[in-house]
């Protein structure tokens, strides 16, 4: 399995929670909890409902729930958070890319030490993208001031280009990762090789 791969499709999948919802830190944190609960529910429907339901009955059930999580939880983040009514329907979208890490589960490969660390990672590059984009965009962290009056901000991370900048970024950067996690690997062994030819 290729972790790096695995990362860069969830990246791609969720993209729409990226984009839109890490303006500011709390848009961020709430889309993020909103993701965690409705994954974690929507797999444990899956588990209930594998010996009962055919599969593709299955997948409307996963999909119920995830809607009607991400619905709920969009509709009770602005009593949470700080945000605009006008976000709550993206935010019941996001709650929709669950379904993403969820069909990752159902391949094999893709289980066996992938789903979890992707899933987790996904979680932090949304919340790094909050705090990113707003500290860089606005001047702000969790639409507090931390920039001294008059300091320029790239006001282009506030923006949806901002945001295909930070994620095309962040698939480099994993990639990258990868490249030199699998050097390093390769590195080991054949230095492990020369030891035991000695």
């Not at 729930?65 to 983040?77: D, E, H, K, P, Q």
């Not at 949806?160 to 062994?189: K, N, Q, W, Y």
Request: charged content about 10%; proline content about 4%.
């Amino acid at each position: 399995m290729n972790l790096s791969s695995t990362f860069e499709k969830a990246l791609i999948l969720g993209a729409y929670p990226l984009l839109a919802l890490t303006v500011t830190a709390y848009e961020a944190t709430a889309a993020t909890a909103i993701v965690i609960i409705a994954a974690v529910l929507a797999w444990l429907t899956t588990l209930w409902l594998r010996s009962l339901i055919p599969e593709p009955l299955r997948w409307l059930v996963v999909v119920a729930v995830s809607a009607a999580i991400a619905l709920g939880g969009g509709l009770l983040a602005p009593f949470l958070f700080p945000l605009s009514t006008a976000i709550t329907t993206r935010l019941a979208v996001a709650g929709i890319t669950p379904i993403v890490f969820i069909a990752c589960v159902t391949d094999e490969r893709e289980t066996r030490g992938g789903i979890v660390p992707t899933f987790i990672s996904f979680v932090v590059v949304m919340l790094v993208a909050g705090l990113l984009r707003e500290a860089l965009g606005n001047g702000t962290l969790f639409l507090r001031q931390i920039t001294a009056s008059g300091t320029a901000v790239a006001g282009i991370m506030g923006t949806p280009t901002g945001a295909f900048l930070f994620l095309g970024a962040t698939m480099i950067v994993a990639r990258l990762a990868a490249r030199r996690l699998v050097a390093d690997d390769t590195a080991g062994e054949a230095h492990t090789l020369q030891r035991g030819k000695r």
